[in-house]
């Protein structure tokens, strides 16, 4: 089966410790990790039943290193979460 185009939306990102600047950064790297896991381990069960982050998610942004990273970080937790 081929699936579709996935549109998702986050409503809310609550971000501290980030500088205002790097809010884009995360955002770029929370969209480019989502993308790869997408498209090379398909969409979770979880996202297809409504997608609704399973908690919330805690992350330390110190040991992330970037806010790119950090942006990954956050989408692997995501994925796993729905898994």
Do not use: H, K, N, Q
């Not at 699936?3 to 990102?13: H, K, S």
């Not at 908690?55 to 956050?74: F, M, Q």
């Amino acid at each position: 089966m081929t699936a579709g185009p996935v549109t998702l939306t986050i409503d809310a990102l609550e971000l501290s410790g980030i500088a205002p600047a790097g809010r884009f950064e995360v955002a770029r790297g929370i969209e480019s990790e989502l993308a790869r896991l997408l498209g090379s381990e398909g969409v979770p069960p979880g996202l297809l039943a409504g997608g609704a982050a399973p908690a919330p998610l805690i992350l330390d942004a110190a040991t992330a290193g970037s806010p790119v990273e950090l942006g990954r970080a956050v989408a692997r937790a995501l994925y796993e979460g729905w898994r």
